[in-house]
Every structure is written in C-alpha cells, then in structure tokens.
C-alpha cells in the first residue's frame, strides 16, 4: 500500500499557511531578533518536539553568536487537546542566570504550557525572557500570555506540519496543514 504524507485518515491536508509564507515570516523574525539581541548573551530556548523545525530555521536567520539549547515538556492529557499539566521530560543543559533567554515555541493555544514554562524558567534567573511562537490561537486561550514575537496568528483549529504533530506523525510534512473535523474528537 502506498503511503502519502500529504493526507490523513483518507482525508487531504489542506493547506493553511504555505511553505513560501513560513519561510518569508521566518526571515522578517530573524531579521527583529538580529537587531533586537545585538549585543547581549542570547541563549535560544527551544521546546520540544514541535519547535524543532521552526528554531533551526530561526536561528540561522538570526545573525549573532547565540547559543541553542532545548527542553523537553510533555502535556498530560488528551491527544489533541491541552491539560495544562506539564511536565519536563528533558532540562537545559545550559545554566541560564543572567542570560537572555528567547524561548521557541510551535504553538500557543490555550496558553497553560507557556504559562507553567514562563514561571519554571523565571525560578533559574534569567536577565531578560522572551517568547517567540511561530502560532497562536488567541480564541482558545484560558490564560493569557505576553507573546514577543508572533509568527502567525490563526483561527480554532487543530493544525499539522512544520513541527506540529498528528499522534507524534506528520511533524516533517513542510507547511502547515489542517485536516477538517480533526482534534473535535474529545
Ligand atoms: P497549550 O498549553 O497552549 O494549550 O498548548 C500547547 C501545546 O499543545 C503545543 O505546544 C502543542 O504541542 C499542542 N497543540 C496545541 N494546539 C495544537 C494544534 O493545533 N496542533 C498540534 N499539532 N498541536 C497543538
């Protein structure tokens, strides 16, 4: 049986913000953060694994001697949608006091993870921390959160590719996808 990366459950994966267009946002935000961390000690936060695509895609627009570094969070609860009871899976390696800290994230939706993540990292003293989400769904949120730098903000629904996962799959597909009636389920 062949397999096709482009469809799910039988259903295409339409798309919703193009290959073109996350590429050309991705350099204009590279572009802010190279003028706005000259000078400092920026250490690039990425969470995992949804962020992976969008942070080294960044971080090469980002022309600066940073340091990248990932933490591992894992929500418990449904498949698709959020509990906001995080848990971290895999630390920093790196000691983050005093340093600016520009975390990347794939998506905020009702904003319980960034929430939680904010406070974890605020605890390790940081000089400066900041948020870059390459999505935000400002309908579902529940907490709201001061986001620095946005990539794309989209409507209430349950999106694929670029990072975002269907049950841990479709992350490598290269644009982000929806696929109609999905993350309804629950
Ligand atoms: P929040 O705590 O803000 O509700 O959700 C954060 C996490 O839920 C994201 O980091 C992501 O892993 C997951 N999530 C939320 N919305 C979506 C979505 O539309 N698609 C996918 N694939 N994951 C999502």
Do not use: A, H
Not at 25 to 47: A, I, K, P, S
Not at 111 to 128: A, D, F, I, V
């Amino acid at each position: 049986m062949t397999q096709s990366l482009y469809e799910l459950n039988g259903k295409p994966i339409r798309t919703l913000i193009s290959e073109e267009d996350i590429n050309k946002r991705v350099l204009e935000l590279g572009q802010q953060l190279t003028d706005e961390y000259q000078g400092q000690e920026l250490v690039v936060v990425g969470v995992l694994r949804g962020s992976f695509m969008f942070l080294t895609d960044l971080v090469k627009q980002i022309k600066l001697p940073l340091i990248v570094d990932f933490l591992g969070l894992s929500s418990y609860g449904g498949r698709t949608q959020s509990s906001g009871v995080v848990r971290v899976t895999s630390d920093l390696s790196t000691n983050i006091l005093g340093k600016d800290v520009l975390i990347v994230e794939d998506i905020v939706d009702t904003g319980l993870t960034m929430t939680y993540l904010l406070e974890n990292m605020r605890t390790r003293q940081p000089k400066s921390l900041k948020v870059c989400t390459l999505l935000e769904k400002p309908d579902r949120t529940i907490k709201p959160v001061d986001l620095d730098y946005i990539g794309f903000t989209i409507p209430d629904e349950f999106v694929i590719g670029y990072g975002l996962d269907y049950e841990d799959k479709y992350r490598n597909l290269p644009y982000i996808g929806v696929v109609d009636g999905l993350g309804k389920e629950e």
